[in-house]
């Protein structure tokens, strides 16, 4: 019975994010908790399915697009403007870049928002949610996800977008979106295997790649971003943290591998500095913002680039 009843709220933790099954004591906060692990784990043995469904130009290019756009979603929306406010929008631009966020599976902008805004107040102390100086590669990877503590929203840290309700439904029933996103996506490759049988594919192979296979590399991506970023790169800036400038890492996620200039000065839309540090994720805000879409790009500050001259200046006399 005892076995029947907490499968229930897992069941209901899952469909409903802000139910909170018990309140947990401290020393249990920190505890591993393997219904966290189980979606990770679903995502993960789904791309298995692949050697069911085989493999198509069309999936693996259909696959590459979700990847792109939707790490845009995480850079640009999820963490430029619901986290740091770099830009403004309408209310119904808000809402659709919540929704495009949310395909990532990286659970509702309010908790991803609230959680990062903690990182940059907490960085590499004692108190991070996951930090690789503190608590270990693995940890600050994956590790941190599957911890009890990490799981609620802090509504307090998000006060400024929780007034909006379709913001906190979507937060709260962070399953919705990606349900009906492996839904259509199935149903697209059902409909192109009946009317354009040329392409190779179908709605088990669609799914496979742009569901389970796209969302796991999206998701390492931007997880590395709390990992790698605090370990390997660069220090332009001497900041109170171990955030790091990495061109690799740049790539991989559409610009937020440059991330201790982020962390000098996390408000500014733009996180490579100069036009050399390729940040994808900027060139799009930009591009939006000619469109009217977004407005008012915050820039990084004149002082910021004095600092940054003075770093270089420095470390060319030493
Ligand atoms: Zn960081
Ligand atoms: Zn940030």
Known sequence: MNR???????????????????SFAPDQADRF????????????????????VGWSWFAVGAAAFLYFIRMFAITGFYHRYFSHRAFRTSRLMQFIFA???NTSMQRGALWWASTHRHHHQHSDEESDKHSPVRHGFLYSHLGWLTCRKNF?????????????????????FDFFVPILFG???WIIGALLETYVPGLGTNGGQLFVWGFFISTVFLMHGTLFINSLS??????????????????VLAAITLGEGWHNNHHR???SARQGFYWWEFDVTYYLLRAMSVCGLIWDLKP???????????AKQSKSET
């Open 4 to 22: 029947l009843s907490s499968i229930a709220k897992a069941v209901r933790q899952w469909a409903d994010s802000d139910y909170q099954s018990e």
């Open 33 to 52: 908790d393997p219904p966290r692990l189980a979606p990770y784990l679903f995502l993960h043995v789904g791309c298995l399915l692949v050697f069911l």
């Open 99 to 101: 929704v495009w966020g």
């Open 152 to 172: 609620p929203t802090d509504y307090t840290k998000i006060k400024d977008f929780a007034a909006f309700p379709e913001l906190v439904f979507l937060n709260r």
């Open 183 to 185: 839904i259509v996506l």
């Open 230 to 247: 605090h370990m390997l790169g660069n220090r332009r800036f001497d900041t109170d943290d171990d955030s790091r400038n990495n061109p």
């Open 265 to 267: 000065y996390a408000h």
């Open 300 to 310: 990084v500050p004149a002082h910021v680039y004095e600092e940054a001259a003075a």
